[in-house]
Structure formats: C-alpha cells, structure tokens
C-alpha cells in the first residue's frame, strides 16, 4: 500500500527539523511532486518560513522556497501532523558537560518521541541525520516503545545526508544516496521516495548499521587527508619553507593529491563525525582520533604564530577575516576560524571580524565590520576563509600586513 503510495507520489511526508539539512530537503521532495510538511519547534523558524523568507544562507535556496511555497506542496507547520512517511532531520551535537567528545542524541529522542506518539501501521521512518552505528535501532526502540507498534508494523530507515553546502539543493538532486535498514522491505519503500527526488544519482540499499558507518567514514576520509595537510604546514614551519609551493609541486606526482592546508576543519559533519567513530571504537580508530586532534589543534598553532609576528603587542587591533567553516556560507558551527578569533580575544588582543555572509551586526560577541572597514580599522589581518568577496579584493589584501591561513594571497 505505502509502496504504491509512493510510486504515484499521493502519500504525505513530513520533516521534522528546518534547518541546514531538513529545509532543502522539504523543497526537493516538493519539487519532486510529493506534499511536505515542514515541522520545527522553533516557532520564529516557521514564522519567517511562513512569511515567504528562509533563515539560512544557501545560494538560489530561497528561489527554490518561494516556488515550493507557491506550489503549495511545502508547508510549514509548528504542529506535527499524522503523514505517511517521517523524516527525522535534527542536530547531533556533542554532549556539553562530558570531557569527552560522545555524541549528545537527544534531538534524535525527542524526535523520535513525537513521531511515536502518532506513529501508525505501515508508517515510514526516515533518520537522516549523521549518528554513530546503532542509533537506527535506538530510533526504532523508542518508536515502538512510545506507540505500542510492533517493529515489524512500521518501517524505519536511515538515509544520510551527504551534500556540500553552497551546493545544497544540487547535490540533494544529483548526488548518490545510501539507504539501509533492517528490514529490505523497507528500505525498498524509501528508495521509491528518494528515486523520485535524485534526478541522476542512484540510490543504493544496504543495511542500517553499514549506512550509519558509511557517511561516518565518508567525513573521516576527508578530515584524515586534510590533517595530513594540515600536519605538513606545520613541518613546513619548521623548515622554513612554503608548505604551499610544496604541495603544489608534490601533486605534480600522478598519483598524489594532497590537500591544500587551512585554519582547522569545522563544520557539522568532518569536525564531529569522526569522534562518532572512535566513541564507539576507542581502542581501535587511533589514526581517526590523531587526525582529528591534529586539526584541533590548527587554530591554536596560527595564533601562536601571530602572537609571534606581533611580540604579544595587545594595544593592536586584529581584524580575522572569514568566521564561517567554509567558504561563502554563514554556518559557523565548530568554527576554526572563529576558534581563531577567540583565542586572539583571551589573549588580550583587541579582535574584531569580518563575516559578510552574517546578517546580523555581532557574531558570538564579536562586532562585525566590512571588509573595507576591518583592513582600515585593523593593524594586523588574519585571512582564515576564502569568501569570494574577498577574493575578488585580494590586491587591498596584499598591502596590508597579513597571516593568510589557506594560502589565497598565492
């Protein structure tokens, strides 16, 4: 019944989570023909959502929301709603009062909670959120647990996100997806869905355990490879030499690609899913957790480096030129950079920021300028992101005494 529901796109779906992953998501599956409720309890989330605007920035998502919008096949809602098939799009954060870094799961709960309240047979149970290996299964305790529905009634899956932001809506569309589940019935039901959203990747079935540990080892490839980077930059230092020239001459090889070094790794995904791993795995992902503490340790070593250049002179003003974790976003979840600019702000320098990609006027306390007004108000500049307004002003950047971080000013 929900299979052929979802071959002729006449079942519901709702997400619950508005955020960086669950928003584009809804307008993919809009514009794909199925009807969306888009759930959050962050009632200003849906306040501005209902008011035609989006609350993150995405290049060309808000054209792409305002068409889902119009088409009334998105429609966002502070009240959870029965449907068809849940999609289960909240944060994975870390616990805040643990030494340790162990994944905090309860959003996931909670979600989990409410979808079981009003959870019926046959029903469809999406985990697209980035968890640690059995957190599919603790999904599926606790639905059956709250609705008094025997597992084998309802189905649940999970599906990890795996795109780049800037790039959200393309790569929801285009990118491959991976599904697993216990039970392959449902699985190929979700498959059905997420066919009819990817226009030209394929979506593959696998189980739920290894579809959790593939995203996972999806991250900790990359941030692996980018400690690598970043551990040469600080061996370049030593020898005094340019880890940028390095590199580049060193790729010249047929069969090397190294990375190009920056301020750290931060993010939701490559600064976090890697500890999912070794929490689990304490005793066997020591190459996981030594890359992941070599880029940790990237924002600590630059203002080391500055405290040098500038002889620990705290009546300057340093201006840090990028907040976000990447380029051209306004995410600053586990920031390098602004890990940067707060060690800079204990250290007693008088730091101030530039983040054009932030609407507001401070960023986590920090008073945001122009970047004509930072390179006139600062004495010394640290360039930790490659934001294209500042690439396209990189000749004003060379005048001024600078700490280029990911070697643009090359």
């Keep these: 019944m929900v299979l052929k ?33 888009g759930f959050d309890v962050n009632k200003n989330v849906i306040e501005t959502l209902k008011s035609g605007k989006i609350h993150i ?22 009240k959870l709603e029965k449907s068809d098939v849940y999609i289960i799009a909240v944060p994975t954060p870390f616990k805040k009062d643990e030494n340790q870094k162990i994944a905090d799961l309860k959003y996931v709960e909670s979600a989990s909670k409410m979808v079981g309240e009003i959870l019926e047979e046959n029903n469809l149970v999406i985990l697209e959120s980035t968890v640690p290996p059995m ?28 795109v780049l932001p800037g790039k959200i809506l393309h790569e929801l569309e285009h990118n491959d997806r991976i599904i697993g589940a216990e039970r392959y019935e449902a699985a190929e039901v979700a498959k059905t869905i997420y066919d009819a959203m990817v226009k030209e990747g394929t979506c593959f079935i696998t189980d739920d355990i290894t579809a959790e540990m593939c995203k996972l080892v999806e991250n900790t490839f990359r941030d692996v490879n ?27 090889h047929p069969r090397v690609n190294i990375l190009t070094p920056g301020a750290g790794v931060g993010g939701h995904c490559l600064a976090v899913d890697p500890w999912f791993i070794v929490e689990k795995f304490p005793n ?39 907040l976000s974790y990447k ?7 586990e920031s390098p950079a602004m890990e940067i600019a707060e060690i800079l702000r204990d250290k007693g320098y008088n730091t101030i920021a530039c983040e054009p990609n932030v ?40 005048d001024k005494n600078i700490y280029d971080c990911i070697g643009l000013l090359k």
């Design 284 to 322: 066997e992902a020591n190459v996981i957790r030594e890359a992941r503490l070599i880029n940790d340790f990237k924002p600590r070593f630059i203002v080391n480096k500055i405290d040098e250049v500038l002889k620990g002179n705290k009546e300057l003003t340093v201006g840090v030129l990028g």
């Design 135 to 162: 957190t599919t299964k603790l999904m599926t305790d606790i639905l059956e647990n709250t609705s008094g529905i025997s597992r084998e009634k309802f189905m649940s899956v999970h599906c990890p996100e795996r």
């Design 5 to 37: 529901k979802a071959m002729n796109k006449d079942l519901t779906i709702t997400i619950l989570g508005m955020g960086y992953i669950g928003l584009p998501t809804g307008i993919a599956f809009a514009r794909a023909g199925f009807t969306v409720y």
């Design 57 to 78: 920035v995405e290049p060309d998502l808000q054209e792409a929301y305002e068409d889902a919008l119009r088409s009334e096949r998105l429609i966002p809602t502070d």
């Design 226 to 252: 980018i400690a690598f980077a970043n551990e040469l930059s600080v061996i370049c230092d030593k020898l005094n030499i340019d880890v940028f020239e390095l590199i580049k001459l060193a790729n010249k």
């Design 359 to 398: 609407k507001e006027k401070t960023a986590s306390g920090f008073e945001l300028y122009s970047l004509e007004e930072i390179i006139e108000k600062a004495n010394y500049l640290v360039l930790t992101q490659g934001h294209t307004e500042f690439k396209n002003k990189l000749v004003k950047l060379r």
């Design 327 to 333: 380029p051209d976003i306004d995410d600053l979840r």
